[in-house]
């Protein structure tokens, strides 16, 4: 059996002691038939599978090999296994019963798969790990990078969390406790000792599971909630975050027995939506769609001057639709595009804000979305179809912002034209284009009314087939066998996340954090204005700046469970929908990946290029500016709400039309030029700033205000090219 890689998530890191893949490559790619070859970068130099994990925000696994490896692989086939047969032939007893099945499968797999990570002193180390104290023992640089196998302790713990997700379903009697799952419901706010006991063992162990997969903060948080319901009480009842306060017993009930805690609503998504489509992604990558969209947008903009950047960023949305994931789509893109971009002339900070702002893109867009997106379908009773739809005109403009960018850098800096060694498009659509197949068939299913789970599940079913189309890319029954395994192995450190965040979810329920929350951030905006809709500016603006905060400390699928829960009723109690409200949480907790100063992202492409880290940040705040501002126009105004496509063809025309060009105006400020006419100097990137700023506030007076403050800008780009003269165009070099 092959070595088996466990790479998950990993946090932040600082890029200078991996590598450069800017060293990695020469001037010129190496091409096939197909156009770009996928062997981008020199494998004895560095993997850009490795170096995409090392990037994510979830930490990396560990590298396994030999029995352990097999018995591992035998256990996430059969939790895939279990996952399809849940789609067609669901359990008898219920979803929740399905959930602790599958969460008993997945948890002990987190603590074999996922190393301490302690740093223990030498002697402790080797005797939890069962082994005789010498001068070999691994040191804490060989245990934090996983190079170890399992210890005694893990497989403890993998056993302890075995006996902890299956003690609901135990057929016999223990202690009081036991008895079966019917009896076990039966003792919901009632708990004996024994329930309790257990549910406090899986607390820890999903406490512990969170902390290796993903770091510190997201169990300091869960402990945080912890202590709030068993403490609340005790603060002064004049205070508007106090509660009467909970017993252990009933806070271990609230999260081990009831549909709010570890088996909530985000766990059922990781079970049952966001499996499957790890599975899908998994059996594409495998059949070389990644390799053929990114050969495509090579092919699609060979001739054009600016071929190098439109490449980067179509690559990222192409490779966005089945990724889902930011960084690393970032590390794959930007292994085949950086070469490009650097004989083209970008710099590799500006390069690498592009790559990052590209592949953040990736969980916006449809049809596979970020985790988080499942989880509003559920958490909103609405088809998963429905989300897709609110999320394509804000994606729409999101890439719009970026082109609009790629095209001014590549004015105003003077980027030379880069030639691409690909074939015809259309040669190769026609020869590859079946990859698109079921990326259609997900949106066709879901349409005529499938769910999600059968339309993914027939999608990968399709995929698996048109595979025999390319010899090279078959998926044959090993191949399918590993693609299963991979797609199964994607997901273990978002459900242990997912069932951690029942711990937030269910001490605000019991607690009515929500809405007191609410009122606080509420209240805090109407002590400057009591005119609603000023207070309900000031209300997003708060909330966009505590959502992009929570998400610089805490995974986007947390992010979005803790916003929704905390922020969410405030936006709704100042008369905001449903949809924009859950929209708004959930491209915020998106943002985190480009946001300073950990911008995981941007450290992914920094990696890539070898860029500076701070000003590759930066470049990539610039590029993704439309992401932060669009969210906010779909919740001030009810005419934002075309944005999410619902409101009627005019309303959708309008929001749309007046967005974009608030979003190309933006574009021209930030980036200090004009296409066509020449750069803009410092009056006219304010003027630009505020046109575009007013126009997303989307009444007819701002638009008209906004779109006069447009027309001066313009109109002060073209004096400023008269009076600057021949001299004053574009660079020497740069395209017109």
């Known amino acids: 059996m092959s070595a088996i890689r466990f790479t998950e998530d990993s946090g932040p890191q600082r890029h200078g002691g991996h590598g450069r893949v800017a060293e990695a490559e020469a001037t010129a790619l190496p091409t096939d038939s197909a156009g770009i070859d996928s062997a981008r970068i020199d494998p004895g130099r560095i993997d850009s599978a490795e170096l995409a994990g090392r990037f994510e925000d979830e930490k990396p696994g560990r590298v396994l090999t030999g ?3 097999l018995a591992l692989t035998t256990a996430t086939l059969a939790i895939g296994l279990l996952a399809l047969w849940q789609v067609f032939r669901p359990l008898a007893q219920g979803s929740k019963y399905y959930l602790i099945f599958f969460l008993a499968g997945v948890l002990p797999l987190v603590f074999l798969a996922y190393p301490a990570d302690l740093r223990l002193p030498r002697r402790l180390r080797a005797v939890l790990a069962g082994r005789r104290p010498s001068a070999s023992t691994p040191d804490a640089t060989a245990t934090a990078t996983g190079r170890t196998g399992p210890s005694r302790v893990d497989w403890l713990l993998a056993v302890a969390a075995l006996a902890g997700c299956l003690y609901p379903v135990l057929p016999i009697a ?12 039966d003792r919901q706010g009632l708990l004996v000792g024994m329930d309790v006991a257990m549910g406090t063992l899986l607390l820890l162990l999903l406490l512990e599971g969170c902390r290796r997969t993903t770091g510190w903060i997201l169990p300091a948080v869960c402990v945080v909630f912890l202590g709030y319901g068993y403490y609340g009480g005790l603060l002064p009842q004049t205070w508007a975050v106090a509660h009467a306060g909970l017993d252990f017993g009933q806070l271990v009930d609230a999260f081990y027995n009831s549909d709010s805690g570890f088996y909530g609503t985000p766990l059922d998504v990781a079970a049952t939506y966001i499996v499957l489509f790890t599975i899908y ?20 903009f060979r001739r054009s001057r600016t071929a190098a950047g439109r490449t980067a960023v179509a690559s990222g949305f192409l490779l966005g639709t089945v990724s889902g994931s930011g960084a690393a789509t970032t590390v794959s893109i930007g292994a085949v595009t950086w070469p490009i971009l650097r004989r083209a002339g970008y710099p590799a900070e500006r390069a690498g804000g592009m790559l990052a702002a590209a592949g953040v893109g990736a969980i916006l867009s449809p049809p596979t979305l970020g985790a988080a997106a499942f989880i509003i379908a559920e958490y909103l009773g609405v088809s998963y179809l429905q989300v897709l739809g609110w999320a394509m005109v804000p994606t729409v ?5 970026i082109v609009l960018s790629v095209e001014i850098d590549a004015r105003r800096s003077g980027v030379r034209p880069a030639t691409l060694a690909a074939g015809s498009a259309w040669r190769l659509l026609a020869r590859s284009g079946y990859h698109f197949a079921s990326l259609f068939a997900i949106v066709g299913l879901l349409a005529v009314g499938l769910s999600a789970t059968r339309a993914v599940v027939l999608a990968t079913l399709l995929a698996v087939a048109l595979s025999f189309l390319d010899r090279a890319h078959r998926l044959t029954p090993a191949r399918l066998v590993a693609a299963l395994s991979t797609g199964v192995r994607g997901v273990l450190a978002v459900t242990v996340v997912c069932a951690a965040a029942g711990v937030i979810t269910a001490t605000t329920t019991k607690t009515g954090l929500g809405p007191q929350a ?13 005119e609603p809709a000023v207070v309900l500016a000031l209300t997003a603006l708060l909330a966009a700046v505590a959502l992009s905060l929570l998400g610089l400390a805490v995974p986007v699928t947390a992010s979005f469970v803790i916003g929704w829960v905390i922020i969410g009723p405030a936006l709704l109690d100042l008369g905001v929908s449903a949809p924009a409200a859950a929209m708004f949480v959930f491209y915020f907790a998106v943002l985190s990946e480009v946001s300073p100063p950990t911008a995981l992202a941007a450290v992914a492409a920094a990696a890539v290029t070898g860029g500076r880290l701070v000003p590759t940040m930066w470049h990539t705040l610039r590029y993704a500016l439309p992401a932060y501002l669009i969210p906010l126009a ?4 009810p005419t934002g709400l075309g944005l999410l496509g619902i409101g009627g063809p005019r309303r959708i025309l309008v929001a749309t039309v007046v967005t974009a060009l608030g979003v190309a105006v933006l574009a021209v400020a930030a980036g200090g030029w004009l296409p066509g006419v020449g750069p803009a100097g410092v009056p006219e990137r304010v003027i630009g700033v505020a046109a575009g700023l007013t126009l997303l506030w989307l009444q007819p007076v701002p638009v008209a205000i906004g779109a006069v403050l447009a027309g001066v800008m313009t109109v002060g780009v073209f004096v400023r090219r008269g009076s600057a003269g021949p001299s004053g165009g574009t660079r020497a070099g740069s395209p017109a």
């Open 281 to 300: 992604g998994a059996v594409l990558d495998l059949s070389g769609a990644g390799r053929f969209f990114v050969n495509l947008s090579a092919a699609a």
């Open 397 to 401: 403009l999101y890439y719009l912002g």
């Open 174 to 185: 223990l202690a009081g406790g036991g008895s079966g799952y019917d009896a076990f419901l």
């Open 634 to 637: 779909f919740v001030i105004t």
């Open 67 to 69: 029995p352990v490896a």
């Open 518 to 530: 609410a009122a606080l951030l509420v209240g805090a905006a109407s002590t400057v204005s009591s």
